[in-house]
């Protein structure tokens, strides 16, 4: 009886471990893509075309010094930034109202909107590549940063209800409609008392809404030409011939990935909040 209770800390301690190992060896499978773009950035030509792989080098900013250089690559960050922080900034206004309706109020065929607005998500990014080329093009709208807007609003859109409408479900109803009892408004009920409650699921959406608009490559290779381009799109150009940059290209990839991470550690209390919210009731 007293080996068996031995064994079992024992088993739970080489558990622990085991588990930690899985775990680490998860966060070097995903991290080491990033590392190795970072590091390549940091290589001059030669170490990074060099085989077997050069592991100890000495760091050069060269490659940055030669994308940023490009006039295009820094303007296509400014329309990045531009068309992301836009795009999220009014799918959030959009969908964040649109959900508190759903949530809140019932109206005949409120479920079949609430599903064809999340059943925008459904279709292929390539198959609506042509219709909106088309449309853009009848309507002067190429090489336009708030065409490619309006456009990430039709999938950010529904991210953002989808998430929210969650959270707000979530908010008991009886503080808003204290709210009105008090004198309030639905609309000041809604962003006084509700959407401070629901502001992890908000900042969930944010980030998602931001890195599928900042990180969208199929319609701003067709929709934009220079003026518009955004930094995925710059990260191509440099492919052209025989002639790979791959410096060059590393260091334009992490300028584009960096964004994304500083914005998602400014707002991690909220995103930590926001994913295990609901978790336990």
């Known amino acids: 009886m007293s080996q068996g209770v031995r064994s079992t800390p024992r088993r739970k301690h080489l558990w622990h471990w085991l588990v930690g190992l899985l775990l680490l060896g998860i966060i070097v499978l995903t991290l080491f893509p990033f590392l190795w773009m970072v590091a390549a950035s940091l290589k001059s030509r030669a170490d990074v075309l060099a085989f077997p792989p050069v592991w100890v080098f000495s760091p050069t900013l060269d490659n940055y010094q030669k994308a940023l250089s490009r006039v295009d690559v820094i303007r296509s960050l400014v329309n990045s930034i531009f068309i992301a922080t836009t795009s999220t900034g009014l799918a959030l206004l959009i969908g964040t109202s649109a959900a508190y309706a759903l949530a809140r109020w019932d109206w005949r065929g409120k479920r079949d909107l609430w599903f064809w607005i999340i059943s925008n998500r459904f279709m292929s990014p390539i198959v609506l590549a042509l219709p909106f080329f088309l449309m853009a093009r009848a309507l002067g709208a190429l ?94 150009s440099f492919m052209s011939g025989y002639d790979l940059p791959w410096g060059e290209i590393m260091a334009t990839g992490t300028m584009i990935v960096l964004p994304v991470i500083v914005f998602a550690m400014l707002v991690s209390r909220h995103l930590v909040r926001g994913l295990t919210l609901g978790a336990v009731k």
């Open 143 to 236: 090489d336009n940063p708030w065409t490619l807007v309006a456009i990430y609003l039709t999938f950010n859109i529904p991210i953002v209800v989808w998430i929210v409408m969650d959270q707000i479900r979530n908010v008991p109803r009886d503080l808003d409609e204290a709210a009105i009892v008090d004198g309030a408004t639905p609309f000041q009920a809604f962003f006084r008392v509700v959407l401070p409650l629901a502001l992890p699921g908000v900042v969930v959406s944010a980030i998602l809404c931001f890195i599928f608009s900042w990180n969208e490559l199929l319609y701003a290779l067709v929709l934009t030409r220079s003026a518009s381009r955004t930094a995925p799109v710059a990260a191509t």
